[in-house]
């Protein structure tokens, strides 16, 4: 008989999670003010509400941790994350930073000015939340198949051309700094971007003499559908893949906490020298010295050696199939998902799970509560909270996906914990008719809202 796929490693550290009672976590969501970020990790019993700093790393990532070098400057562990760094991506210059949104700090305001367009594919929040913050604006450029998500297509995370060019054409040279592409697109649902898209980028980017830059926290899950599902990749190495895609961009910045597998680090990647040495002022401001920009040795050895286990085949088919073992069991008891499955996470397409529940009351936001409630199960929303308000307007932006995101830990979970997650969701679907009401917000923060956001029930 055929073998069955089984997990790339075996488990040598366990700890205990607590289960709680249905009305325990009524009142525990009740005190969080129904922001899902607000409740202790100790009181959810799957946490899937993000795969950010959350995985468990490797008996050789412990043991790397252990020959940290600690000097302030010249330290040997910025030397080993360094090769790591050049042999993976190819960027021969790099600054350390403590995770991704610091590399997008430090980035933009050596970039981005005020009055500043940023096109890309659904820039995700930390991104357009710095991009904002600098009085600029994010275009998004995604395909329009990213946006049904019963569609089956291979790479909706790709940038349309026709409305990346309108972009460039309808605004001067001197008014977009940078063209942003996210590897994988997580706005979108985790969806991979294609070779073939990166390099028709590049060549118009080239022709408005543009750079472009890569948002890379999952690039190494983007490499492995490529290799299934871009034909002319289907033969390469992952690690091949990977350098092919960067050879695409100028620059790179990654939250190391995604596809590294650490749980705290990230970098900016630059091919030219000019460019390096304009941003280390900004790293030395808001980060630390150009050696360790806001890590610790130990921190670095664990995330060199994270690069290297986060780009072997073996591990990311572990991983990435977990993904789709949940989805597939959820779209087999028709709730409804984005399809094809992410990389990271599954996102289930709130506005079709809860039809009946007017936009203007957080709609996803409303299912991951009730989910909570259900079985003690955390997502995120990735929706209208986050999609915070017009800087302009200030009015709501109601976002074309209204997703649930239920991202999962790498190499955290068992299979018998994504059964249990999908006949909690199952359950909340049973009983989607009954949940008429969704929420409201009492308070909240003039950008990132969804952090610290309060709601309440609408009455």
């Known amino acids: 008989m055929e073998l069955p796929f089984a997990e790339s490693y075996k488990i040598k550290v366990v700890e205990t999670i607590k289960r709680t009672t249905r009305e325990e976590r009524i009142q525990k969501i009740k005190e969080a003010h129904y922001n899902l ?10 946490d899937l509400l993000t795969d950010s700093g959350t995985g468990a790393m490797s008996d050789k990532q412990w043991s790397a941790m252990m020959l940290g070098d600690e000097s302030y400057a010249g330290a040997s562990s910025y030397y080993k994350l360094k090769e790591a760094i050049q042999e993976i991506t190819g960027f021969e ?51 329009n198949e990213a946006f049904h998500t019963e569609l089956d297509h291979p790479f909706k995370g790709n940038i349309d051309l026709n409305k990346l060019e309108d972009v460039l054409k309808k605004y001067p040279r001197e008014r977009i700094p940078l063209i942003m592409v996210t590897i994988t697109c997580n706005s979108s649902g985790g969806q991979p971007v294609s070779i073939e898209n990166m390099q028709a980028v590049k060549k118009l980017a080239e022709k408005y003499g543009i750079p472009v830059f890569f948002d890379s926290a999952r690039f190494a899950e983007n490499a492995y559908f490529i290799k299934l599902r871009e034909e002319a990749y289907k033969n390469w190495s992952i690690r091949d893949i990977v350098r092919k895609m960067f050879s695409y961009a100028d620059g790179m910045t990654m939250s190391s906490k995604k596809d590294a597998i650490v749980n705290m680090g990230g970098f900016i990647g630059f091919r030219e020298r000019e460019l390096f040495e304009k941003a280390t002022l900004y790293n030395i401001m808001f980060e630390g010295f150009i050696n360790y920009g806001g890590m610790s040795g130990r921190d670095m050895n664990a995330l060199a050696q994270g690069l290297y286990e986060g780009t072997e085949f073996d591990y990311l088919e572990t991983r990435i199939k977990q993904v789709a073992y949940l989805g597939q069991q959820l779209r087999d008891y028709g709730i409804p998902t984005q399809y094809p499955f992410g990389g990271h996470a599954v996102f289930i397409d709130a506005k079709r799970f809860l039809p009946n529940l007017p936009k203007e009351q957080f709609i996803a936001q409303t299912l991951g509560v009730e989910i909570y409630i259900e079985g003690g199960v ?23 996906l209204e997703l649930l995101r239920l991202a999962i830990p790498r190499r955290v979970y068992t299979n018998n914990h994504m059964d249990y997650v999908a006949a909690t969701v199952k359950n909340v ?28 029930r609408m009455e």
């Open 37 to 46: 970020f607000n409740l202790r990790s100790e009181d959810v019993f799957v």
């Open 429 to 456: 679907f049973d009983r989607r008719n009954e949940i008429t009401k969704g929420l409201k917000i009492i308070k909240e923060a003039p950008i990132l809202r969804h952090f610290t956001v309060t709601l309440e």
């Open 93 to 143: 210059y790099f600054l350390p930073t403590h995770q991704g949104r610091a590399a997008e700090n430090v980035l933009f305001s050596t970039m981005i000015k005020a009055g500043d367009i940023v096109p890309g594919n659904s820039h995700f929040d930390t991104t357009k939340g710095h991009i904002e913050f600098r009085k600029a604006h994010a275009v998004d450029c995604t395909i």
């Open 378 to 400: 955390r997502g995120v929303e990735i929706g209208t909270l986050l999609a915070d308000r017009d800087p302009d307007t200030r009015e709501n932006r109601y976002p074309e």
